[in-house]
T-cell receptor
Framework: LAKTTQPISMDSYEGQEVNITCSHN???????ITWYQQFPSQGPRFIIQ???TKVTNEVASLFIPADRKSSTLSLPRVSLSDTAVYYCLVGDGNNAGNMLTFGGGTRLMVKP | DTGVSQNPRHKITKRGQNVTFRCDPISEHNRLYWYRQTLGQGPEFLTY????????KSRLLSDRFSAERPKGSFSTLEIQRTEQGDSAMYLC????????????FGPGTRLTVL
């Protein structure tokens, strides 16, 4: 499985754009990149998934360069409620029925 | 359907006791997963079911752990002879069959073993 590396923590202020970068140097051809968000005392929640280039939904954007060795989750105009842990996951979806392999995640603190 | 539910939300037990947790997945989801999460770490995969069949178990799942999904709907996770090291959040997730499908997580059961 491809190993992911992301910053342990980040601080931001309300209204700013936040970019969290994840490194996955040994990503395989069939691997997808998925981000989950987790609030304290809750289960993780799917944010966005992509294979290459750029993906955008109502919550976030995901930027993936051509070599796919990294990806950047972009959260536009964050609010206090975006304070959470963000996990970058990489996998081909066929390992143990698409089991998810979480790293340590990035703890985002949004300040007023 | 209101999503994945787990019961109880909290469980405090004494070392050596048995505990059982329940997970009710989203009704049309045929895949169900159990994860364990300790403080400051990401969730770790324990096991998964496709319908009623348990198809994969992590090495983290010792002989004291057993999971069932008897009718392919709800699932139970039992821990026998609990140890202090079993203290963690136990998360259940469900999804449709197929690669890359989104997994929907429940709120978890927080186990404290005294």
């Amino acid at each position: 499985l491809a190993k992911t590396t992301q910053p342990i923590s980040m601080d931001s202020y309300e209204g700013q754009e936040v970019n969290i970068t994840c490194s996955h140097n040994n990503i395989a051809t069939n691997d997808y990149i998925t981000w989950y968000q987790q609030f304290p005392s809750q289960g993780p929640r799917f944010i966005i998934q992509g294979y290459k280039t750029k993906v955008t939904n109502e919550v976030a954007s995901l930027f993936i360069p051509a070599d796919r060795k990294s990806s950047t989750l972009s959260l536009p105009r964050v609010s206090l409620s975006d304070t959470a842990v963000y996990y970058c996951l990489v996998g081909d979806g066929n390992n143990a029925g698409n089991m998810l392999t979480f790293g340590g995640g990035t703890r985002l603190m949004v300040k007023p | 359907d209101t999503g994945v539910s787990q019961n109880p939300r909290h469980k405090i037990t004494k070392r050596g006791q048995n505990v059982t947790f329940r997970c009710d997945p989203i009704s049309e989801h045929n895949r169900l997963y159990w994860y364990r999460q300790t403080l400051g770490q990401g969730p770790e995969f324990l096991t998964y079911f496709q319908n009623e069949a348990q198809l994969e178990k992590s090495r983290l799942l010792s002989d004291r752990f057993s999971a069932e999904r008897p009718k392919g709907s709800f699932s139970t996770l039992e821990i026998q002879r609990t140890e202090q090291g079993d203290s963690a959040m136990y998360l259940c997730a469900s999804s449709l069959e197929g690669p890359h499908n989104e997994q929907f997580f429940g709120p978890g059961t927080r186990l404290t073993v005294l």
